[in-house]
Nanobody
């Protein structure tokens, strides 16, 4: 059974950095597009970043471009989200997800497997 486990969340001051990890098991990792999503209280879940099977195609939502970097290590079955220059508005629960589609996508409906989420809190 497929499982995604996020780690690396926490409390950080504005301007700081965090690196989220998503360890996958029970699936052929290199055949899944990996995405990071976030959900703040009272808001819809939004796609933050995504990376295609072998990293050739990436997606970033406008608000994180130039600050966040998504990557993956297929040998370790792990995806990462490096978050720099964090802002208070980045505070949310961050989820990783896996999609069978080959193209990096921000659409929640295209992702089949989801992690349990990790809290990121940025203090201003």
């Amino acid at each position: 059974q497929a499982q995604l486990v996020e780690s690396g969340g926490g409390l950080v001051q504005a301007g700081g950095s965090l690196r989220l990890s998503c360890a996958a098991s029970g699936l052929t990792f290199s055949r899944y597009t990996m995405g990071w999503f976030r959900q703040a209280p009272g808001k819809e879940r939004e796609g933050v970043a995504a990376v295609s099977w072998f990293g050739s195609n990436t997606y970033y939502t406008d608000s994180v471009k130039g600050r966040f970097i998504i990557s993956r290590d297929n040998a370790k079955n792990t995806a990462y989200l490096q978050m720099n220059s964090l802002k208070a508005e980045d505070t949310a629960v961050y989820y990783c997800a896996a999609s069978r589609g080959p193209v990096a996508s921000s659409r929640v409906s295209e992702y089949y497997y989801w992690g349990q989420g990790t809290q990121v809190t940025v203090s201003s």
